[in-house]
C-alpha cells in the first residue's frame, strides 16, 4: 500500500517536481522554492569560494532545516502554551537561519544562475 504524502503548494524551481512536507526544501531570494537537495547538488558544482568552504555552509543549512522539520513535527505534540510558543519561537530562529544560509550559499555559488 502506498503512503499519501503531504505536498506543500509549491513546485521546485531547479527540478519542477512536486514539494512534499517530509522533504527538505528553502526559499531563494528570487521568492522560488527548492529543494534541498537540488539547491545542494546546483551549488556545490558552481562554487565561487574554495568549496569546502561551500560545504560547510551547505551542511549547517541542511542542519537547520531539519531542525526545523524535527519542530514542526514536536510542537503539534504540545498542549502546554509556555511550551509550545517556546518551540515555536525556537523554529522561527532556525527558519532565519536557514534564509541566512541559503543567501550564503547564493552568494558564494552560481545556485541561482
Known sequence: M?????????T?????NKIY????FTFTSKK?????????EKASKTP??????????????EDELK?????????????EEEIR???EQAEKDAEKNSALLTRMVEKFSGVLE
Open 48 to 61: 565561487k569560494v574554495e568549496p569546502t568552504q561551500l560545504e560547510v555552509v551547505l551542511d549547517m543549512l
Open 32 to 40: 522560488a522554492v527548492v529543494h534541498y537537495t537540488c539547491f545542494r
Open 21 to 24: 512536507w517530509d522533504e527538505l
Open 12 to 16: 521546485c524551481d531547479l527540478c519542477k
Open 85 to 87: 510558543k517556546t518551540l
Open 2 to 10: 502506498k503512503m499519501n504524502r503531504p505536498e506543500t503548494k509549491w
Open 67 to 79: 531542525d526545523i522539520t524535527i519542530y514542526k513535527q514536536k510542537i503539534s505534540l504540545i498542549k
